[in-house]
């Protein structure tokens, strides 16, 4: 099973930006998914997770309202909607697997999760 992030690139400060994570194997939909950034000299942090029935669970009380998550079963596929982009959002974003089809609560660990994508590029600049 694996997960691959799409979907990054440069937008504009007050732009928005959906990534997607593509999972593949026929059992990937039964887990939750997570969302997590690592900004240039920061840790990796935990933004959101969507559970199996699309329950979102936030991790950062920063981004919620402005970060959200949808998922698509039929495409094994989980979104990422990122709106009101500030240069600050500029990261390398992941997606990971959760280990059951709830997700686990606040704060974000890495070692709640099984598996990780590749991370995308998001570049926030004017």
């Known amino acids: 099973l694996q997960l691959v992030e799409s979907g990054g690139g440069l937008v504009q400060p007050g732009g928005s930006l959906t990534l997607s994570c593509a999972a593949s194997?026929?059992?990937?939909?039964?887990?939750?998914i997570g969302w997590f950034r690592q900004a240039p000299g920061k840790e990796r942090e935990g933004i959101l997770c969507i559970s199996r029935n699309s329950s979102i669970t936030n991790y950062s009380d920063s981004l919620k309202g402005r970060f959200t998550a949808s998922r698509d079963s039929a495409r094994n596929a989980v979104y990422l909607q990122m709106n009101s982009l500030k240069p600050e959002d500029t990261a390398v974003y992941y997606c990971?697997?959760?280990?059951?089809?709830?997700?686990?609560?606040?704060?974000?660990?890495?070692?709640?999760?099984?598996?990780w994508g590749q991370g995308t590029q998001v570049t926030v600049s004017s």
């Open positions: 990971a697997l959760g280990w059951a089809s709830f997700c686990p609560g606040p704060p974000a660990r890495e070692e709640d999760f099984s598996r």
């Open positions: 194997g026929s059992t990937s939909d039964y887990y939750a």
